[in-house]
Each structure stands twice: as structure tokens, then as C-alpha cells.
């Protein structure tokens, strides 16, 4: 632990921690009260470029951060706790930004931030583009795939990355998804003396990008593509299946039983090809999901649809329920897709249940049946069957053709 530098009082233990959002432009584009916090400080951290943006005329302590950070960052504020620290940051720090991840590890009360326009703010007022009609999607340390859900006709994307290589990987993603004639444009450095702007489509796209930069997106696809929709019911056949899978209109039924919130984990059990898992992430960026199926073909095949369709963050356990539930994060919803008759099974998903969770069932076969009726004679909620018809041709004419009927059970805990 050093000391406090000569001449400054004493920081008590735990004080706050000052975190200085700081653009392009350097020491000199810092306001007055972001300066002056640098000068109180007795240890500066960041990366060695922000670090090398302050004048050699500050005399404090430089710490550039560790090469993992993220194991590193709670043992190195440690013992930064009795000591004046600053963080610098890019632009607006609780932008994707360290300013996020130390509030969620010391706690707000002891963080301070002092932002600098965003890279967001910056990149909207080149483009002519309003802040709140653009989509903001975060690559930083995270995959591609994200993108995804987003990627709709007449949208307008702001993607941010980890390096200068992220334009081509977006690039790649809009031509794989039918959308080449897009628009990109990279715009580097953004409120810098050495601020860059290219332009072209993605079909196209081959130019090197500047480490420091934003992606622009106006979405546009080939013509005959159909986009994806965000509502759930996804066509059966955007799916990798073997034909354990539930079935595109029985599926927008039990998501709507099941009834997602954003922020919320559901344990999509007995999953099959994971398309009730994969939907309820779809329904916002902060829902999650655990997938949990026995076959480890099936889910190897449910990792490859969630990156497919925008969600690789969905957690696939191979496993066979309901052991393969022990240890698992507190589920908020829970579908039994699969071996509702396995003894054991519902009663280990009711009682992992936190009051006001949600329990769906599907069942297709007599005994499945059996063991909803009499878990809704228990504890009651809503037991429905679902009978689907699809129109197919007979000779030269068309009928009816009907799918297994399917027994939906749903109920909250009390």
C-alpha cells in the first residue's frame, strides 16, 4: 500500500472512486471540473493510451490496467481503497464503459463520474441520425451474433466494438442475413483532430477501420428477404431440428403463458431443439435463459440456433432432469417441454419456484395428460388443449390436416 502523496490530507478508507470520461480530443477537450479532479488524484488508471492523454506536467502515480482486467479489478481497488483514485474512461464511462462494471462492484454511492460525450452522441450528430430513434448494440468483449434480432429493414443501428475489426465482422453478418445492400459507415476517432468517416455498403465492405470506432448501420435487404420477427412463433424451419420441437403456433401460446419480462431466467427443461429458451431471450436483451436437455446432440444442435438467432448467451446444460437442475441459478418461469412423466421432475421445478414464478407444461400423450390433471387438481391455474390444423393438398384439392393435440398447463406460485 503507498502513501498519500506529501501535502494531501488523508483519503478515509473507502473513499469514493473518480471515474473521467475523456474523448478523443484529450486533456485538452476536459472540462474544468474533470481537470481538476486528475490534479486531487494520487493514483491515475486506465489504458495506456488514456493514460499518455494526460499532460507529464500532472504529476501523479499512472497505473495502466492489468491485462485482465476483469479477474484483476476487485483486488486492485482493494488496495486503492485509502488512496485518491482516478479511472479514465472513453467518452461517457457508463456507456458500455468501466463506470458500469465498478457501480456494480463498489456500489453507486462510491463512484463518482464525470462523463464526456458519448461515442453514441458523437456519432449521431455526424450522421443526422435522433438518439432515441437509433439502436445502440454492444460488441465490446461480446459476440457478433447479437446483432441479429436487430438487423430489420429501415432500422438504424450504432454498433460499438472491441477493435478495428468489428466493421467487417458486421459486415459479414448483414450479407450472411440477406441484408448486403446496408449502408455502413465507420467513423473513427470521433471528436479528435484525426476524426475519420468511410462510407460504403456491406456487400462491399473491404477497408481497414480505425481501432477506435463506431459502426453506423441503415438496414436494407436483398429483395424476397423476409426478416424475422420479434414476436415469438419464429417459423419452424429457422430451427436446427430432428423434430423435437415445439411447434411454431404452440410455441407463441406457451410463451405467452409463460409471459417473459425483461431481466427475468427461465429454465427451458426437457428443450429439444431450445426454441422456447431462444425466444424468451429474444423478447429483450436482458432476459435469460437455461436450457437444460439430456441428448448432447440436442444440445450442441440448441447452441448452434441460439447463435443463429441472436442469443448466444443462452446457458445449454447437458444433463438429464431433474438432477441436472441441481445447483442452477433461481429460475423466475420454468417450461417442461420434455419429461413431464419422469418422477420427480415437476415437483423439483415447482419447488425451485420463487413465489409469483410461473410453471408451463406441455404434454401430448395420455400419461403427460395424467400428470397435469392432477398437478392442476393440486394447485390449480390453467389447463387448456390446443388442437392445430394446417391446409394441405388432397388430390387436386386441399384439406385439413391436424397436428397432435397439445395440453398446455400454467399456473403461478402462490
Request: proline residues 10%; contains cysteine.
Amino acid at each position: 500500500m503507498h502513501a498519500a502523496a506529501p501535502g494531501r490530507a488523508p483519503v478515509p478508507t473507502g473513499s469514493p472512486v473518480v471515474v473521467v470520461g475523456i474523448g478523443a480530443d484529450g486533456w485538452n477537450g476536459l472540462p474544468a471540473a474533470s481537470r481538476a479532479a486528475v490534479g486531487r488524484a494520487d493514483v491515475l488508471l486506465g489504458s495506456a493510451r488514456q493514460l499518455a492523454l494526460v499532460p507529464p506536467s500532472v504529476e501523479v502515480e499512472r497505473v495502466p490496467w492489468p491485462s485482465r482486467l476483469s479477474e484483476a479489478l476487485p483486488g486492485l481497488v482493494a488496495q486503492l481503497a485509502d488512496r485518491a483514485a482516478v479511472v479514465l474512461a472513453s467518452g461517457d464511462p457508463m456507456l458500455s464503459g468501466i463506470g458500469t462494471t465498478l457501480t456494480r462492484l463498489l456500489g453507486s454511492e462510491r463512484v463518482r463520474v464525470l462523463p464526456a460525450p458519448s461515442s453514441v452522441s458523437l456519432a449521431c450528430a455526424r450522421l443526422g441520425w435522433a438518439v432515441e430513434d437509433t439502436t445502440v448494440v454492444t460488441l465490446v468483449g461480446r459476440p457478433v451474433e447479437l446483432l441479429h434480432p436487430h438487423v430489420q429493414p429501415g432500422r438504424r443501428l450504432l454498433v460499438l466494438g472491441s477493435d478495428g475489426g468489428t466493421p467487417a465482422e458486421v459486415a459479414a453478418l448483414l450479407v450472411e442475413r440477406g441484408f448486403g445492400p446496408s449502408v455502413l459507415s465507420v467513423l473513427g476517432d470521433l471528436g479528435g483532430p484525426d476524426e475519420t468517416v468511410a462510407s460504403g455498403t456491406a456487400a462491399d465492405w473491404a477497408r481497414p477501420s480505425p481501432a477506435l470506432a463506431v459502426t453506423a448501420v441503415e438496414c436494407s435487404a436483398d429483395p424476397g428477404i423476409v426478416p424475422l420477427p420479434t414476436t415469438p412463433g419464429l417459423p419452424d424451419d429457422v430451427y436446427e431440428s430432428d423434430g423435437q420441437l415445439t411447434k411454431s403456433d404452440v410455441r407463441a401460446v406457451t410463451l405467452a403463458r409463460l409471459a417473459p419480462v425483461p431481466g427475468r431466467l427461465l429454465w427451458d427443461v426437457g428443450a429439444g431443439a431450445g426454441s422456447i429458451g431462444i425466444e424468451w431471450m429474444r423478447v429483450h436483451p436482458a432476459s435469460r435463459a437455461v436450457a437444460v436437455e439430456a441428448s448432447a446432440e440436442r444440445a450442441a444442435r440448441i447452441a448452434r440456433n441460439a447463435q443463429h438467432l441472436g442469443v448466444p448467451h443462452l446457458e445449454v446444460v447437458t444433463g438429464r432432469a431433474p438432477e441436472a437442475l441441481a445447483g442452477l441459478p433461481r429460475p423466475d418461469a420454468v417450461f417442461i417441454g420434455g419429461g413431464v412423466t419422469v418422477p420427480g421432475l415437476p415437483e423439483a421445478c415447482w419447488d425451485a419456484l420463487p413465489s409469483g414464478g410461473r410453471l408451463v407444461a406441455n404434454g401430448v400423450t395420455v400419461e403427460s395428460e395424467a400428470v397435469l390433471a392432477g398437478w392442476f387438481g393440486r394447485v390449480g391455474g390453467d389447463l387448456v388443449r390446443i388442437g392445430v390444423q394446417h391446409a394441405e393438398p388432397v388430390g387436386r384439392f386441399t384439406g385439413w390436416k391436424p397436428a397432435m393435440p397439445v395440453t398446455i398447463w400454467s399456473v403461478t406460485k402462490p
